[in-house]
């Protein structure tokens, strides 16, 4: 069975604002789907997919950032 969740349920599963989700729906970035009086429904297990998805990319994305800190600290360092 389908689940669906309101703005608000979503932003609280991804621990964002509901702004940001309004903002992500409004972009195409995350899946939306619109009530006939045009709210924003979510359903959860494309939230919870998103989520998975999107928090791998977060998380190579942090690793690149850490490896050009250190790429930079060890280019000062060896510049004395």
């Given at each position: 069975?389908?689940?669906?969740?309101?703005?608000s349920e979503a932003a609280?599963?991804?621990?964002?604002?509901?702004?940001?989700?309004?903002?992500?729906?409004?972009?195409?970035?995350?899946?939306?789907?619109?009530?006939?009086?045009?709210?924003?429904?979510?359903?959860?297990q494309e939230v919870e997919?998103?989520?998975?998805?999107?928090?791998?990319?977060?998380?190579?994305?942090?690793?690149?950032?850490?490896?050009?800190?250190?790429?930079?600290?060890?280019?000062?360092?060896?510049?004395?």
């Amino acid at each position: 069975m389908k689940q669906w969740l309101s703005l608000s349920e979503a932003a609280k599963i991804l621990g964002v604002h509901p702004g940001t989700v309004r903002n992500w729906a409004d972009q195409g970035k995350i899946p939306v789907h619109r009530t006939p009086g045009g709210h924003r429904r979510f359903l959860r297990q494309e939230v919870e997919f998103w989520q998975q998805a999107n928090s791998a990319t977060s998380a190579n994305e942090n690793e690149q950032v850490i490896r050009n800190a250190l790429r930079m600290t060890r280019y000062r360092v060896s510049e004395g």
